[in-house]
Structures are given as structure tokens and as C-alpha cells.
């Protein structure tokens, strides 16, 4: 399976998308969280950096997430 989320799955609200992921396969999850962590590392090279930029920015555009929801 490929990890990747479409622009259209990270503009839902974040109540669905949990609902969603918590029906998931354990092992899709794995692989998510692992692509994740290459990304958030920086150890994937320019593409990984270009994704990490993107998905900043959509982190950041969400009104409804705060600053308490990282913690």
C-alpha cells in the first residue's frame, strides 16, 4: 500500500480522518508512520524535504488544529 494521503484526505477534519484511520490494518499503519518519521527526519533527501515543506504547510493552515494538539 502506499502511504501517501491526497491533498483531499488532509483537508478533511481531523475527528473524520482518526475515525478512518482507526480502521486501517495495523500494518498500513506501520508503513505510515514509518514514512512519516523518514520524512520528518530529514534522511529521505530533496523530495523528503519538499514533502516535509508541504505538509507544514498544511499542518499550519488548519484552523482548527493548535499549538496543544502537538503537545
Known amino acids: ?3 501517501r494521503l491526497t ?3 488532509l483537508q478533511e477534519r ?3 480522518i482518526s475515525e478512518k484511520m482507526q480502521v ?3 500494518e498500513f499503519l506501520e508503513e505510515l508512520k514509518n514514512g512519516l ?3 520528518l527526519d530529514g534522511t529521505g533527501g530533496s523530495q523528503h524535504r519538499e514533502e516535509f515543506m508541504i505538509l ?3 499542518v499550519q493552515s488548519r484552523s482548527e488544529l ?3 494538539d502537538f503537545s
Open 1 to 3: 500500500m502506499d502511504p
Open 24 to 26: 486501517l490494518p495495523d
Open 56 to 58: 507544514q504547510k498544511l
Open 37 to 39: 518519521r523518514v520524512i
Open 14 to 16: 481531523v475527528d473524520i
Open 7 to 9: 491533498s483531499s484526505q
Open 66 to 68: 493548535n499549538s496543544k
